[in-house]
Protein backbone atom coordinates (compact mmCIF):
# COMPACT_ATOMS: atom_id res chain seq x y z
CA UNK A 1 0.00 0.00 0.00
CA UNK A 2 1.01 3.58 -1.06
CA UNK A 3 1.22 5.88 1.32
CA UNK A 4 -0.34 9.03 0.67
CA UNK A 5 0.79 12.63 0.91
CA UNK A 6 -2.23 13.46 3.42
CA UNK A 7 -2.01 10.04 5.54
CA UNK A 8 2.38 10.55 5.86
CA UNK A 9 1.52 14.48 7.67
CA UNK A 10 -0.73 13.00 9.64
CA UNK A 11 1.94 10.34 11.06
CA UNK A 12 4.05 13.62 11.05
CA UNK A 13 1.92 15.20 13.18
CA UNK A 14 1.07 12.54 15.01
CA UNK A 15 4.19 11.79 16.07
CA UNK A 16 5.10 15.71 16.16
CA UNK A 17 2.58 16.08 18.71
CA UNK A 18 3.81 12.80 21.03
CA UNK A 19 7.07 14.81 21.06
CA UNK A 20 5.40 17.61 22.26
CA UNK A 21 3.60 15.85 24.95
CA UNK A 22 6.52 13.83 26.18
CA UNK A 23 8.38 17.44 26.48
CA UNK A 24 5.72 18.97 28.31
CA UNK A 25 6.02 16.20 30.76
CA UNK A 26 9.23 15.88 30.97
CA UNK A 27 9.16 19.75 32.09
CA UNK A 28 6.63 19.58 34.42
CA UNK A 29 8.45 16.46 36.10
CA UNK A 30 11.42 18.61 36.32
CA UNK A 31 9.77 21.10 37.97
CA UNK A 32 8.17 19.34 40.38
CA UNK A 33 11.20 17.82 41.34
CA UNK A 34 12.74 20.85 42.17
CA UNK A 35 10.23 21.95 43.88
CA UNK A 36 9.53 18.65 45.80
CA UNK A 37 13.46 19.27 46.63
CA UNK A 38 13.67 22.38 47.24
CA UNK A 39 10.51 21.84 49.77
CA UNK A 40 12.52 19.27 51.72
CA UNK A 41 15.40 21.20 51.69
CA UNK A 42 13.84 24.06 53.54
CA UNK A 43 11.50 21.13 55.95
CA UNK A 44 15.36 20.04 56.88
CA UNK A 45 16.29 23.69 57.41
CA UNK A 46 13.41 24.41 59.54
CA UNK A 47 13.67 21.12 61.63
CA UNK A 48 17.64 22.22 62.31
CA UNK A 49 16.29 25.73 63.45
CA UNK A 50 13.88 24.44 65.38
CA UNK A 51 16.47 22.24 67.22
CA UNK A 52 18.68 25.29 68.23
CA UNK A 53 15.48 26.95 69.15
CA UNK A 54 14.22 24.33 71.69
CA UNK A 55 17.87 23.61 73.16
CA UNK A 56 18.01 27.23 73.56
CA UNK A 57 14.72 27.56 75.17
CA UNK A 58 16.22 24.78 77.74
CA UNK A 59 19.33 26.63 77.93
CA UNK A 60 18.00 30.30 78.89
CA UNK A 61 15.38 28.34 81.11
CA UNK A 62 17.98 27.15 83.13
CA UNK A 63 20.20 30.79 83.29
CA UNK A 64 16.75 32.45 84.48
CA UNK A 65 15.90 29.42 87.14
CA UNK A 66 19.90 29.83 88.74
CA UNK A 67 18.79 34.11 89.13
CA UNK A 68 15.38 33.43 89.94
CA UNK A 69 15.46 33.12 93.83
CA UNK A 70 17.86 35.88 94.15
CA UNK A 71 14.37 38.20 91.75
CA UNK A 72 12.24 36.76 94.05
CA UNK A 73 13.35 37.77 97.33
CA UNK A 74 14.45 41.58 95.93
CA UNK A 75 11.36 42.10 94.80
CA UNK A 76 9.72 41.04 97.96
CA UNK A 77 12.15 43.30 100.15
CA UNK A 78 13.79 39.99 101.58
CA UNK A 79 17.43 41.48 100.13
CA UNK A 80 19.22 44.27 98.81
CA UNK A 81 19.93 44.16 95.63
CA UNK A 82 23.11 43.51 94.10
CA UNK A 83 23.07 44.15 90.34
CA UNK A 84 20.87 42.94 87.85
CA UNK A 85 22.20 39.27 87.67
CA UNK A 86 21.43 38.46 84.16
CA UNK A 87 23.02 35.83 82.98
CA UNK A 88 23.97 34.06 79.56
CA UNK A 89 20.23 34.48 77.92
CA UNK A 90 21.02 33.44 74.19
CA UNK A 91 18.81 34.68 71.22
CA UNK A 92 20.81 33.35 67.90
CA UNK A 93 18.32 30.54 67.40
CA UNK A 94 15.59 32.96 67.39
CA UNK A 95 17.77 35.06 64.92
CA UNK A 96 18.44 31.95 62.18
CA UNK A 97 14.65 30.81 62.40
CA UNK A 98 13.58 34.08 61.39
CA UNK A 99 16.72 34.61 58.75
CA UNK A 100 16.45 31.44 57.24
CA UNK A 101 12.84 32.03 57.15
CA UNK A 102 11.84 28.84 59.09
CA UNK A 103 8.72 30.54 60.22
CA UNK A 104 6.89 29.29 56.86
CA UNK A 105 7.44 26.22 57.53
CA UNK A 106 6.43 24.96 60.90
CA UNK A 107 2.69 24.66 62.66
CA UNK A 108 1.28 28.27 63.38
CA UNK A 109 1.34 27.33 66.65
CA UNK A 110 4.75 26.78 67.17
CA UNK A 111 5.24 29.89 65.08
CA UNK A 112 3.23 32.22 67.49
CA UNK A 113 4.65 30.97 70.33
CA UNK A 114 8.56 30.99 69.21
CA UNK A 115 7.89 34.62 68.09
CA UNK A 116 6.66 35.10 71.76
CA UNK A 117 9.61 34.10 73.00
CA UNK A 118 11.55 36.39 70.81
CA UNK A 119 9.91 39.12 71.40
CA UNK A 120 9.96 38.95 75.25
CA UNK A 121 13.74 37.75 75.33
CA UNK A 122 14.04 41.44 72.87
CA UNK A 123 12.07 43.19 75.96
CA UNK A 124 14.03 41.71 78.98
CA UNK A 125 17.62 42.18 77.33
CA UNK A 126 16.20 46.01 76.18
CA UNK A 127 15.24 46.66 79.71
CA UNK A 128 18.52 45.44 81.29
CA UNK A 129 19.80 47.82 78.50
CA UNK A 130 18.14 50.68 79.29
CA UNK A 131 18.91 50.42 82.89
CA UNK A 132 22.37 50.07 82.18
CA UNK A 133 22.73 53.14 80.08
CA UNK A 134 20.77 55.12 82.49
CA UNK A 135 23.38 54.51 84.99
CA UNK A 136 25.87 55.18 83.03
CA UNK A 137 24.40 58.79 81.53
CA UNK A 138 24.11 59.33 85.05
CA UNK A 139 28.16 58.73 86.23
CA UNK A 140 28.60 60.70 83.00
CA UNK A 141 26.37 63.74 84.25
CA UNK A 142 28.07 63.01 87.95
CA UNK A 143 31.20 62.17 88.27
CA UNK A 144 30.92 62.31 91.80
CA UNK A 145 28.55 58.92 91.43
CA UNK A 146 31.38 57.01 90.21
CA UNK A 147 32.29 55.37 94.02
CA UNK A 148 28.44 54.85 94.74
CA UNK A 149 26.53 54.02 91.43
CA UNK A 150 23.48 51.97 92.39
CA UNK A 151 20.35 53.10 93.21
CA UNK A 152 18.79 50.29 95.09
CA UNK A 153 15.53 50.95 94.67
CA UNK A 154 15.34 52.00 91.00
CA UNK A 155 17.10 48.32 90.74
CA UNK A 156 14.62 46.66 92.81
CA UNK A 157 12.15 48.64 90.34
CA UNK A 158 13.92 47.19 87.23
CA UNK A 159 14.25 43.64 88.99
CA UNK A 160 10.77 43.38 89.42
CA UNK A 161 9.45 44.09 85.67
CA UNK A 162 12.03 41.48 84.72
CA UNK A 163 10.72 39.04 87.57
CA UNK A 164 7.30 39.91 86.09
CA UNK A 165 9.23 39.22 82.17
CA UNK A 166 10.68 36.19 83.23
CA UNK A 167 6.85 34.42 84.36
CA UNK A 168 6.63 35.29 81.00
CA UNK A 169 9.24 33.38 79.43
CA UNK A 170 8.81 30.57 81.34
CA UNK A 171 5.12 30.24 80.40
CA UNK A 172 6.26 30.75 76.88
CA UNK A 173 9.13 28.22 77.12
CA UNK A 174 6.90 25.61 78.83
CA UNK A 175 4.65 26.10 75.52
CA UNK A 176 6.84 25.53 73.44
CA UNK A 177 8.42 22.25 74.81
CA UNK A 178 4.47 20.99 75.30
CA UNK A 179 4.46 22.03 71.05
CA UNK A 180 7.60 20.50 69.79
CA UNK A 181 7.58 17.54 72.54
CA UNK A 182 10.65 16.23 74.36
CA UNK A 183 14.12 15.13 72.31
CA UNK A 184 16.04 12.63 73.40
CA UNK A 185 19.62 14.35 73.11
CA UNK A 186 18.52 16.30 76.32
CA UNK A 187 18.52 15.81 79.48
CA UNK A 188 15.12 14.90 80.44
CA UNK A 189 15.99 16.89 84.39
CA UNK A 190 16.39 20.37 82.67
CA UNK A 191 13.41 19.89 80.46
CA UNK A 192 11.52 18.68 83.55
CA UNK A 193 12.58 21.48 85.81
CA UNK A 194 11.81 23.80 83.14
CA UNK A 195 8.16 22.93 83.16
CA UNK A 196 7.59 22.49 86.41
CA UNK A 197 8.75 26.27 86.67
CA UNK A 198 6.79 27.20 84.35
CA UNK A 199 3.78 26.06 85.28
CA UNK A 200 4.67 27.00 89.02
CA UNK A 201 4.68 23.96 90.51
CA UNK A 202 8.47 24.43 92.06
Not at 159 to 179: F, G, K, N, P, T
Request: charged share 25%; hydrophobic share 45%.
Amino acid sequence: MIATKSTTQASYWKVLGIEGLLIMVSVFMGMWLQAWYENRSHEAVAERALEGVFAQAIENCRTILSIREYYQQVAAGERSPEGLRIGNLRTEAWAFLIASESLVQIDYPVARTATAIQNEQEFYLGLVDAYTQALFNLVISDPTLMKEWRHPEAERMVIADLLRSQDRLLEHYVRLIELIGDRDDYQHIETDRCLQAGKGDS
